[in-house]
């Protein structure tokens, strides 16, 4: 059994602690077990560990993720970038060619996808070996899982399965799925729910060959190269319209465990600590309400009932709770820059932009590099930097050289000069990128 994450997500949603590159994946806005923050992908990851399932993953995602994926999980995972961003199938296809050509995976191994953010019981881990040996068993060409819905809802689609008809070694049911219906309204999703359907969770279980076969029907390839430089020509769609739904050979296993999805803040701050997160002071007046404060400034909230507010370098949100869950018609037509972003070495913060009347861009990060992680060496085309430590030490490389750098040091580098740090203890800089003549 190969398991394979998809993280993507447009970071939309969750603004403004979210954005293109930091998604609600890497928020580390819930708990575990010992009060300790951690993100949702931390979290899939450590019940994973626990499941005794996390030896061999891969992630799919896209160039902008894979840092804070790093930054979060280190080495523990395969990623698999995507050339470019085409939704569920594509990202699916290219996993498997990756497992297929790269891992050395036999054709006849379980390949299961599922989301990188699912809130869930451990019961839903467990559930994967269920999945597997359905799958190995011949049961159906594609086995789902299904999560038996606790109210009618528009958010989610259906998996509508035909009448029992048998059951794993440990007495799971396994469904024959007659039927999808992708977000039907109120009215039909309680007709589905009387019909036994189920929410589809976004989870897969199939043999490797299955997809492959597949996909040689729409590209010639005879490596893993040959289908990342054809990516382009995959259908740009998700994997329940350019593969479930056209499979002759279905079936489902039901999970009736917890699961949630925390895509809005409605839905996210049922499972936070109603404990506020930052500078933040709040009446004792106030119901229902959290605040989180990722800026350097104090935030004071009073007299609120049912609401969210959210600050951080990207913006501030203050929100009814309900109201939340439509923020994203609010803010996807703005040109939102990420303004904090983790990295694989630890996380920056733009402070400021400025552009002078010749129209030369100066912009002005604040950067925490992790004791015993490393910027690696790199050169820039387009601007010199500056950077000078405010707390910690390192040693900066610049052109070859190595300089002890402690608090107040400070470093030019020109465009073209290739430098590098390392940090020995936590590191704190102020970098300034400012554009050079001749750009």
Known sequence: MKIVLLSG????????????????QFLKVVQNGAGEAESMLQRVYRQMQEAGLDADITVATSITQVEPIRGQLGDKVSVVVEPERRNT???IVLAAAYLYFEKHCSPEETMIVLPVDPYVGEEYFKMLECLDMAVQDGVADIVLMGVRPTYPSEKYGYIIPAKLSGSLGKGEEILPVVEFKEK?????????????GLWNCGVFAFRLSYLMSIVQTMLEYGCYADVEHQYGKLEKTSFDYAVVEKADSVAVVAYNGEWKDLGTWNTLTEVMDEKPTGDVAVSGDCVNTHVINELEIPVVVMGTKDMVVAASPDGILVADKVQSSYIKKYVEDRDLRPMFEERSWGEYTVLNISVDGGGKRAVTKKKLVQAGRKIEETKHQHHLEVWTVLSGRAVISVQGRKHEALAGDTFTIRRGVAHSLQAEEDVVLLEVQIEEDGD
């Open 89 to 91: 199938f594509p990202a």
């Open 184 to 196: 039907p309204d109120i009215h039909m999703a309680q007709k589905f729910i009387d019909k036994g």
């Open 9 to 24: 997500g447009s970071g939309k949603r969750l603004w403004p602690l979210s954005n293109d590159i930091r998604s609600k």
